[in-house]
């Protein structure tokens, strides 16, 4: 059997590496760049709705299912631990909500709650991340979950959201 040089092996890979299909862009997924540890007390302001990262509170919210809207200070230091934060419209068809629902169920940190004002029926954010959606049954909300957030770079990793604040505003 004839071995290759290896230049001629490696040119071999870089050429299937090359013919390998690469997954495309999330269409619509919008990406900032927070730092994170900016922990401050009191009321904050952030530029977008529902924030997507920045300063927070030294309390993170506990992960779960809301019925009211969060504080955004508390929901914001949950995203830095690594969560997904789904909000969506109070008038959202009851439907949809349990779609959303079924659709976290098996995401172990996820907070899910109204959120007046949103441009979109749907916001999914992670840190430094942000989808919108017109509808639970859309894929790139699944596109989100299996490929942007097991990827998202966080500030504190593996920090878990039990045992945080369980309070709505």
């Not at 709650?113 to 992670?126: E, H, K, Q, R």
Request: charged share 15%.
């Amino acid at each position: 059997m004839r071995r290759l040089p290896p230049l001629t092996l490696w040119t071999g890979l870089l050429v299937l590496t090359a013919c390998t299909p690469q997954p495309q862009p999330i269409e619509g997924l919008r990406t900032f760049s927070y730092l994170g540890g900016d922990v401050r007390g009191g009321s904050l302001s952030y530029l977008e709705h529902p924030p997507v990262g920045g300063p927070y509170n030294a309390l993170w919210q506990s992960c779960g299912v809301y019925t009211k809207p969060l504080y955004n200070e508390y929901a914001v230091h949950t995203l830095a631990r690594g969560a997904v934060w789904v909000t969506y419209r109070p008038d959202l068809p009851a439907e949809e909500l349990a779609a959303l629902r079924t659709r976290l169920a098996d995401q172990p940190a996820a907070l899910l709650s109204p959120y007046p004002g949103l441009p979109a029926p749907i916001v999914m954010t992670a840190w430094n991340r942000q989808i919108t959606a017109a509808g639970a049954d859309d894929p790139r909300l699944t596109r989100f979950l299996t490929e942007v957030l097991p990827e998202n770079s966080v500030p504190e990793p593996d920090a878990g959201c039990t045992g945080g604040y369980r309070q709505t505003r």
